[in-house]
């Protein structure tokens, strides 16, 4: 974004000072990261004041800075425009960018998947067109507006995360961006203490349709009857599925994991065979998105599997990490539910990577008052894996440990509440060559500080 001060202050119908012909290139919200040029926007907090960096956000080169009418000491040297809230100030600025934005627009939301499935669509696009994608967790009501503001003119395709903890936040943010294509990865049992219900989650996952463009496009989980339910409830929406089962708009025929990452077929909308540089079925079902999203850009089969092939994804997401003496990591330590964490499991069963294979489960969060049950229920999952080590970490972990024991499991089987050293001198003194080793937890539990600790051994 690049625009005069003093548009800008039209766009907000607001007044300031000293605005002149200063030229803003960026937002900023932290003078940590603030690039020169950028438009400062302090927020005050119960804890921190934001307007107290004014001043240093304007001498690590900011060009101007919103003010909150109400906060006294508005410095007089400085261009600001003055507003009544800058957190509102800030998403109308972004509305106001988007409307003059003339790329496409692509937002996805679901229980998981979402950084996956984002990075995969951008990946299969970038090759062909300009794209942009939410860097980090910019998903929410204030990354998303910021992550609008850092798009150039020149950008032909937008790839939007959506992020949410409660009702009407994806409704919010859908407005927001006013996508051409929304993505609904899956339905998982994440913040299920604020929402109540798996309905519930669906309910609010669906929300992203409510700012979606006329003559747009919904990709959904199509293995979801909640979300079929939901389709049916609005037949003004286009909406395409995809998944294993066959009745599915693209549907997985096959897959296959070995060196090169994970091989299917697919058909419906589209038929053949494709490879991604990643592990894990879960994975493959995200990439259906990406490939529906391709194919409804005009790319060719042959296009969107030569993009695919060379994807990348955000670290700790079924990441291969190769030990020093041959021993394989797949750290999924980005966050967990039920849902992924069944998906890796899954993986870890199937996989003929390695010969020896091993599990190391932190805490899964926000799942509310069924939590214990599901901690529980993941011992009879294990139970269908030949495991040489179950290595178990964070308070839940004992519910799920305590199963184990009852089973009579002849696993070498740890668990440790909070410290990490027992996990890692066990892991650090039994694997080699032959070891595959899955971490997966919430990103509370910092799995991959074990793997960290391994490695630098």
């Known amino acids: 974004m690049k625009r005069l001060l003093t548009v800008l202050a039209d766009w907000l119908q607001a007044e300031g000072q000293l605005m002149g012909d200063v030229l803003v290139s960026g937002v900023s919200i932290d003078t940590r990261t603030l690039k020169e040029g950028d438009l400062f926007i302090p927020f005050r907090g119960e804890q921190v004041n934001g307007h107290k960096y004014v001043r240093q956000a304007i001498e690590k080169g900011a060009a101007a800075s919103l003010w909150m009418k109400d906060e006294p000491g508005a410095p007089a040297d400085i261009p600001l425009i003055l507003v009544d809230d800058p957190e509102l100030a800030l998403q109308q600025l972004a509305r106001a960018y988007r409307k003059e934005l003339a790329c496409k627009f692509i937002g996805i939301t679901g229980s998981n998947g979402k950084t996956s499935t984002k990075d995969l669509v951008a990946s299969v696009l970038s090759p062909y067109f300009n794209v942009r994608k939410t860097e980090g967790n910019f998903n929410n009501q204030l990354g998303l507006p910021l992550t609008i503001l ?122 053949g065979s494709f490879t991604i540089p990643v592990f894990g079925s879960h994975q493959v079902k995200n990439s259906l998105a990406a490939i529906l999203i391709a194919h409804e850009l005009g790319l060719s089969h042959e296009q969107i599997d030569a993009a695919l092939r060379q994807s990348k994804l955000t670290d700790m997401r079924m990441q291969p990490v190769v030990a020093d003496n041959g021993a394989l990591f797949i750290n999924d330590a980005y966050n967990a539910a039920p849902t992924s964490m069944q998906a890796a499991l899954s993986f870890l069963r199937e996989t003929g990577l390695r010969t020896e294979k091993w599990a190391v489960l932190g805490d899964m969060l926000e799942l509310g008052e069924n939590e214990r049950h599901y901690h529980e229920s993941i011992a009879q999952q294990l139970g269908t894996i030949s495991l040489k080590g179950i290595l178990l970490f964070g308070p839940r972990m004992k519910w799920l440990y305590e199963e184990l024991q009852k089973n009579g499991n002849e696993t070498k089987i740890i668990w440790s509440e909070n410290d990490y050293d027992p996990l890692i001198e066990s892991l650090r003194s039994s694997i080699d060559g032959n070891s595959i080793v899955l971490l997966k937890g919430s990103r509370g539990m910092a799995l991959e500080r074990i793997m960290d600790g391994v490695l630098q051994a």
């Open 150 to 271: 850092s798009l150039e003119e020149e950008t032909e395709v937008a790839v939007l995360e959506m992020g949410m903890s409660g009702f009407n936040e994806i409704s919010f943010l859908s407005y927001l961006a006013k996508p051409h294509y929304a993505v609904i990865t899956n339905i998982g049992e994440a913040h299920m203490q604020d929402l109540g219900s798996r309905e519930g989650i669906a309910k609010a996952k669906f929300e992203i349709i409510d700012g979606l463009q006329e003559g747009g496009a919904l990709f959904y989980d199509g293995d979801e009857p909640l979300l079929h339910t939901l389709v049916s409830a609005h037949p003004e929406v286009r909406a395409i599925s995809f998944g294993r089962s066959d009745k599915t708009g693209l549907s997985l025929v096959s897959t296959e994991s070995g060196d090169e990452g994970s091989r299917f077929s697919v058909t419906g909308v589209l038929d």
